[in-house]
């Protein structure tokens, strides 16, 4: 497969260089060739993305969702299509990649819904014969850079709410997604998106990102990736006076108070912590225990990891495949290195494909170190866990608390006192008891606080708040 950019409802190849793309699982196949964007291509999307905003915006919103229904229906129907180019592609098991298209269908549902929902209030006028109401009207023409760990998802939950708004979308997806980018942009042209209404632009992060930010004309931006780029990010945008929204990293805890399920604990800390082998924004990697169950808790962690699978991502049954990329690998293996060097290892996952044939790293477990160490302060983004034992509910929201990150959290208890406490006490924008910290619905809004976002939310009726602004009209009829 080789990508293309999508500009103006036409397919081109750009021309500034190229990459080839090889599998995670199987790094001696190569599976496709990425054609790299410039400058003039950033200028040609954007232009074509203001030449499309007011036809597009001016449309019913009603016949906007009736596209984004569309979009639904030929992605639904592609699903387990796009899951495997996801997964040769980034490395997310198959398996997990079928439930993340499913999550973008009912995006694109949820948001199509919005065409023929309210969009305002009717606010009391003091004075005789004057109504007066609010609006949400279009931003313009919106940057939507995204990551590559849902390759699916985040993109969608961007556009689908920037699109029925009436906002056009220039949309630049990480280099390890881009095919990924490439085969959703030809499903969405062939739902009958118009032209120029989301335009695809394949490059890196530094040349086509920077280029979008500082030198083309756009309203807003929607970023998601890590909190140093996303600074950078913001500080373009504020300086543009422009809308922005940056969704970052985290440093996800779980509590597991003395009275937890253990079955329930053991399986969801597993989950958040080695699915998608730990590449998640809200991936569990602190977990803390009371230390009354501190053993226990342990030895039940080092047979549930064992009965795991982990190898090719496109095996049905595996559940920890690969990480995305050489540089992924190199930045986890340092932090694995760390860990076998500070810390003592308590469990670690077998491997079922040989390491060096892909970027195979293994889930480890480990404990040993104290709570400022970089271990329990970085965000490793790959398969480790480190447990942290407290003496008690304070103690352990102490050490949850602990981190510049606030993205979610979660405690594991039957005591609904200590629960809602934590419900209360946590500093993370997403909160759940007896719950992994991953996995919050398409339709809650989703975000972080403290250095883990731009205090914004996603998804839900929160994005449509970002991809609109308010007008407040006022009329006499006397
Ligand atoms: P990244 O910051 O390296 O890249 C994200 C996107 O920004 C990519 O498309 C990249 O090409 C682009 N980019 C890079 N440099 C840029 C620049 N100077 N200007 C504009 N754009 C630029 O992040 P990543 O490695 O793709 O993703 C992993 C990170 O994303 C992790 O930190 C993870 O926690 C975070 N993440 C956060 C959420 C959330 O909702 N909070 C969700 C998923 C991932």
């Given at each position: 497969m080789e990508s293309r950019n999508w500009i103006g409802g036409e397919w081109t190849s750009p021309t500034a260089g190229s990459l080839a793309v090889l599998n995670p699982s199987d790094v001696k196949e190569e599976i496709g060739v990425l054609h790299l964007s410039g400058e003039s291509d950033v200028h040609e999307a954007a232009t074509a993305a203001r030449v499309a905003l007011s036809s597009w915006s001016r449309m019913l919103p009603s016949a906007r969702g009736e596209v984004l229904y569309k979009m639904a229906a030929v992605l639904e129907q592609q699903l387990n299509e796009v899951a495997v180019v996801a997964s040769r592609e980034m490395g997310k098991p198959v398996a997990e990649m079928r439930g993340e298209v499913k999550r973008g269908v009912d995006l694109l549902r949820y948001y199509a819904a919005e065409g023929v929902r309210q969009n305002g209030a009717v606010i009391p006028?003091?004075?005789?014969?004057?109504?007066?109401?609010?609006?949400?009207?279009?931003l313009g023409v919106v940057a939507v850079i995204t990551p590559w760990n849902f390759p699916v998802a985040i993109p969608i939950w961007k556009m689908a709410p920037a699109l029925i708004c009436g906002n056009t979308v220039v949309w630049k997806p990480?280099?390890?997604?881009?095919?990924?980018?490439?085969?959703?942009?030809?499903?969405?042209?062939s739902a009958g998106l118009p032209a120029g209404v989301l335009n695809l632009v394949i490059g890196k992060g530094s040349v086509v990102g920077t280029a979008l930010l500082e030198k083309e004309e756009i309203d807003a931006v929607s970023f998601t990736g890590s909190t140093q780029t996303g600074m950078s990010v913001a500080s373009a945008a504020a300086k543009r006076n422009i809308k922005y929204q940056t969704e970052m990293g985290g440093k996800n805890a779980a509590i597991v108070l003395a009275d937890a399920d253990l079955t329930l604990s053991v399986n969801a800390v597993l989950s958040g912590a080695f699915r998608s082998?730990?590449?998640?924004?809200t991936a569990t990697s602190r977990v803390i225990v009371e230390k009354a169950i501190y053993n226990e808790f342990q030895a039940r962690l080092r047979d549930e990891l064992a009965r795991i699978s982990c190898g090719s991502a496109l095996l049905d049954k595996t559940y920890v495949g690969p990480v995305a990329s050489k540089s992924q690998f190199a930045g986890v293996m340092e932090y694995a290195n760390l860990a076998q060097k500070d810390a003592r290892v308590i469990a670690k996952g077998n491997v079922e494909a040989k390491l060096e044939s892909g970027y195979y790293v293994q889930p480890l477990v480990v404990d040993g170190v104290d709570a400022s160490h970089r271990l329990v302060q970085e965000e490793v983004f790959g398969p480790l866990m480190t447990l942290l034992p407290a003496d008690n509910l304070d103690h352990a929201l102490e050490l949850c608390n602990k981190t510049v990150y606030g993205l979610s959290a979660a405690v594991f208890t039957r005591d609904i006192t200590k629960g809602m406490r934590f419900l209360d006490e946590a500093e993370a924008g997403m909160v759940r008891i007896n719950l992994e910290t991953a996995g919050?619905?398409?339709q809650a809004p989703f975000g972080g606080m403290k250095m883990s976002s731009?205090?914004?939310?996603?998804q839900g009726q929160a994005a449509l708040d970002f991809y609109s602004q308010l007008k407040t009209c006022a009329v006499y009829y006397g």
């Open positions: 006028s003091t004075q005789v014969s004057v109504l007066q109401y609010t609006r949400r009207v279009a990480a280099e390890f997604a881009s095919l990924t980018a490439v085969k959703l942009a030809e499903l969405f042209a082998a730990g590449q998640k924004c919050v619905e398409y731009s205090h914004s939310r996603e």
